[in-house]
């Protein structure tokens, strides 16, 4: 059976981040939301999709076909929910479809929206969905622990050199992880090392945080929990409640919390974010589907970062900012809470960042990456987004 992840209107609420890829392709915890229900289901997965992603992330039908929901996150019972579904019913919760079972033909014809095409079984448990940006950091905690638990069960951690300190036994290191006189306290969450990952010298990390593959914490870096480091990233300065996608720098002192940076991003050094507002009232952020600002009913919000987006040295980001799709932010004083898809600029003064400039930084850092290229796809992808996001860049 082929295991679809489907995405439904949540892929709307999500941008920017959603603008380059599906739903479930969206990190959190340690893995993608896809990449967990493949360990769950032992199986792999492909993507039902916008049109223009397709090049990258194909769909792939066979006979029987299992349609999942991109945007929920799986957890014991919502699979064995999943198990006792037959081929002529679908599992809901209210009108969200969580799954259904679908043959060749009928997949083909298959609405994420058209709940009422199916047989409902109502499913009423509890379960994570990620529908706001926001969602990512307010549940990475949980969702590394349940990705801990998954990923470590009935293994045993590498040892790492005596010179490092160690708070709590929730603890792994995968094989060619590194770490040399660094504390790491997990008594208040699982901290989890991969493959060829390595934490430098003097820093100390509080659980629950997670370094994915072939990334660096450098010297006398501060880690709060609920932080996780994706693949091929540098992380520097003091970081709190935050995700980073993969490809991705924040390789210098300056704060970032309660935020999230997809890939191929790069903060400037000495660049921060509040995530507080100094009335400590609720936060609110752009929402594309609405556009207009939104109530997170959060106090604590910082910043939200879309692939290929960098700024300058010494930026400062509000309260609930979001960024883009491929923006270079520079200067000084604080840029607006908004600042569009491919924008060149800060708070003085903001222009359109062309296609030709982009592309251009885009060759020279994916050059600097083994086995990455920017690609056709990569590209096609990219004037997509920036003809959908032509209407926000009202300068």
């Known amino acids: 059976m082929a295991i ?14 959603t603008y380059t890829r599906p739903v479930a392709d969206l990190r959190i ?7 967990k229900w493949a360990t769950h289901l032992k199986q792999g997965y492909s993507f039902y999709t ?51 079972k679908l043959n060749e033909s ?18 009423t448990g509890d379960f994570i969905r990620i529908k706001y940006p926001e969602d990512i950091f307010k549940n ?16 045993t951690s590498a040892r790492l050199s005596s010179t490092n300190v160690f708070i709590g036994d929730d603890f792994f290191a995968e094989e060619g992880a590194e770490a040399e006189c660094s504390s790491f306290n997990s008594k208040s969450g699982p901290i989890y090392l991969a493959n060829d990952s390595s934490v430098w010298e003097g820093s100390h990390i509080r659980g629950s945080f997670a370094l994915c593959n072939h990334s660096q914490v450098k010297m006398g870096t501060k880690i709060y929990g609920g932080t996780t480091i994706g693949p091929y990233c540098r992380v520097g300065g003091e970081v709190n409640n ?52 939104r109530k997170t009913g959060l106090q604590f919000c910082g910043l939200i970062m879309a692939d290929h987006s960098k700024c300058g040295i010494n930026t400062m980001f509000n309260t609930g900012t979001v960024v883009g799709v491929s923006a270079n932010i520079f200067g000084a004083g604080y840029p607006h809470n908004f600042i569009p898809d491919f924008s060149w600029g800060g708070a003085h003064h903001i222009e359109v960042y062309s296609l030709k400039k982009a592309f251009e930084t885009n060759e020279r850092v994916f050059e600097r990456r083994e086995n990455r290229d920017f ?17 926000y860049r009202v300068f």
Do not use: M
């Open 375 to 391: 690609n056709e796809i990569e590209r096609t992808i990219l004037e997509k987004v920036f003809e959908l996001t032509k209407p």
């Open 106 to 123: 009928d997949g083909k014809e298959f609405d994420p929206l058209n709940t009422g095409a199916y047989k409902p079984v109502n499913y």
């Open 140 to 155: 990475n905690a949980v969702e590394i622990s349940k990705d801990f638990k998954l990923i470590t069960k009935g293994r």
């Open 50 to 100: 916008r049109d223009y992603l397709q090049a990258k992330f194909p769909l792939k039908l066979e006979n029987s076909n299992l349609f999942i929901n991109g945007s929920v996150c799986p957890d014991d019972e919502l699979i064995e929910a999943i198990y006792k579904l037959d081929g002529s019913s679908a599992l809901v919760k209210d009108d969200l479809l969580i799954a259904v």
């Open 242 to 293: 935050a995700v980073l996608w993969g490809y991705s720098a924040k390789g210098h002192e300056g704060y970032l919390g309660n935020s999230v940076l997809g890939e191929w991003c790069n903060i400037g050094a000495d660049s921060n974010n509040s995530n507080l507002k100094n009335n400590y009232s609720e936060v609110k952020l752009w929402d594309y589907a609405t556009q207009h600002f």
């Open 29 to 35: 915890g340690i893995v993608t939301i896809a990449q």
């Open 4 to 17: 679809i992840l489907f995405d439904d209107n949540a892929y709307q609420t999500l941008f920017p981040l």
